[in-house]
């Protein structure tokens, strides 16, 4: 899991040239690409965390086109638009993991946009109380969740790094 790549403008942090290069990178390979253009107004205490980022009415999905950063500036079009859009942030956040920007435009402070790559809905399983058996073969570990009472077997194959990523993030 990587952490967040924040650029600020005129941030003194050593990192920021480096995050602004990267953002530049993602953004521009966006070209063609279905994204969701989500805005929100940032609530009153500032915290990020209350945001609802649900799909609401004014929401977009669309192909972007021709996405790039000259300066500083995020400049896109829509498909079958001939007009070039753009807006100048004066911070962007890029979170890889889940394909997110966060971008803070210097014209409306009050306001945050987020454009993500479209998520892949993923099925929750719950299983309460499973019988757990572990096993190795070779390498890899396998972890058996059964539940017998909805008669659900869950087989894990972990390489040793996934395992060790797992144990990292299992409380003590």
Not at 94 to 101: E, H, V
Request: charged share 25%.
């Amino acid at each position: 899991m990587r952490e967040k790549l924040i650029w600020q403008q005129g941030s003194r942090n050593a990192e920021n040239a480096t995050h602004f290069t990267v953002i530049q990178e993602w953004w521009a390979n966006l070209k063609n690409t279905e994204i969701t253009w989500r805005q929100r107004l940032i609530p009153q205490s500032g915290n990020l965390s209350e945001l609802n980022w649900e799909p609401q009415r004014f929401d977009e999905t669309f192909k972007i086109q021709n996405p790039q950063i000259r300066g500083i500036t995020l400049y896109w079009s829509k498909p079958g638009e001939e007009r070039e859009r753009s807006t100048t942030p004066y911070q962007m956040v890029l979170d890889s993991d889940r394909q997110l920007l966060y971008i803070f435009p210097q014209s409306q402070k009050e306001l945050v946009i987020q454009v993500a790559l479209p998520q892949v809905p993923y099925e929750t399983i719950e299983l309460k109380n499973p019988q757990i058996q572990g096993t190795s073969t070779g390498e890899n570990h396998i972890l058996t969740f059964r539940d017998a009472s909805q008669q659900l077997e869950v087989k894990i194959t972990l390489t040793p790094i996934e395992l060790g990523q797992l144990k990292e993030q299992l409380p003590d």
